[in-house]
């Protein structure tokens, strides 16, 4: 038995084949299967961070604005990721990919790096950052088929049915993206980014609401092969439309936010 966490894709030339792990909850134990926002989100920032790194001077830029339009379906069926460098300029650059099957797109995403460097003078008000989660012990392991942890008002534990009312969390050790790959930290966050979803809409049904898209905003990037957490901060809702925003963390501390707007979806519940 394997205890290494499986990957969402493997690589076949310039295509990109869903696996097993890639598969969504919402597409129905009686459908096709779709992609799982988590597994697209990755594959996406994967490829616009690799489009960024081979632009003069790389080194000096660093991700901090990620977004993601989940606007169709991706099927369980190959595809291809494609990068365009919108600006490449000496203190901002905008990398835009989408992911294709069949012939069309089913997500798009826009990677912003700005460059890195010195801190300015002046004093400037900054509310306090919110409060994170302890990280989980280093010794508690969770099922490498699906790598998460979780955390519903009490301690971490790898109980997956935790339908209740409580503010959740959720703690994802690295894993691979493509089969035979480390993710590097910026393509493990922008995996993770997606279960903004799953942290801050998880009640005492399940999830009832999906995403439509994520933004994740981030000051520093972990180091590759750290642990991510989510924590859930707010939520607002009306009308069947529901924004909910989360913290990343490391076990250094917070990293950023993703806020995430979400629809509810009929009949259909997730039960993670």
């Known amino acids: 038995m394997t205890t290494e966490p499986t990957a ?28 799982r926002g988590t597994a697209v989100s990755g594959l996406l920032g994967r490829g616009a961070e690799r ?3 081979r632009l003069d001077d790389a080194d000096r830029f660093r991700p901090v604005r990620w977004t993601v339009d989940l606007f169709r379906p991706g099927a369980m069926a190959p595809g291809t990721v494609e990068a365009t460098v919108v600006r490449g300029g000496r203190r901002l ?5 989408a992911l294709v099957q069949a012939g069309g797109t089913v997500a798009r995403g826009s990677l912003l790096l700005l460059a890195t460097g010195g801190p300015t003078s002046g004093t400037t008000w900054t509310a306090p950052l919110p409060a994170v989660p302890p990280p989980p012990p280093a010794d508690l392991v969770p099922d490498p088929a699906e790598p998460t942890l979780y955390r519903a008002g009490g301690d971490w534990t790898t109980e997956r049915r935790q339908e209740n009312a409580a503010r959740k ?25 997606d279960a903004a979803n799953l942290t801050s809409s998880w009640g005492t049904l399940g999830v009832e609401y999906i995403n439509a898209d994520l933004t994740l905003a981030i000051a520093r990037v972990p180091a590759a092969g750290d642990g991510v957490g989510v924590s859930a901060e707010s ?3 009306a009308d069947g439309i529901a924004l909910g925003t989360v ?8 990293l950023g ?6 629809l509810a979806n009929g009949a259909q519940v997730v039960k993670p």
């Open 93 to 97: 650059r905008l990398i835009d990919v």
């Open 8 to 35: 969402f894709f493997r690589a076949d030339g310039e295509r990109f084949v869903p696996l097993q792990r890639a598969t969504s909850g919402w597409g129905g134990a009686d459908g096709p299967g779709q992609v």
């Open 247 to 254: 913290t990343m963390f490391d076990r250094h501390g917070a």
């Open 235 to 237: 939520r607002v809702e």
């Open 169 to 193: 969390a959720t703690w994802f050790p690295s894993a691979p993206i493509v089969e035979g790959e480390e993710p590097t930290g910026f393509a493990h966050l922008a995996a993770i980014g």
């Open 51 to 53: 489009a960024a790194a």
């Open 257 to 262: 936010s993703v806020t995430i707007a979400t």
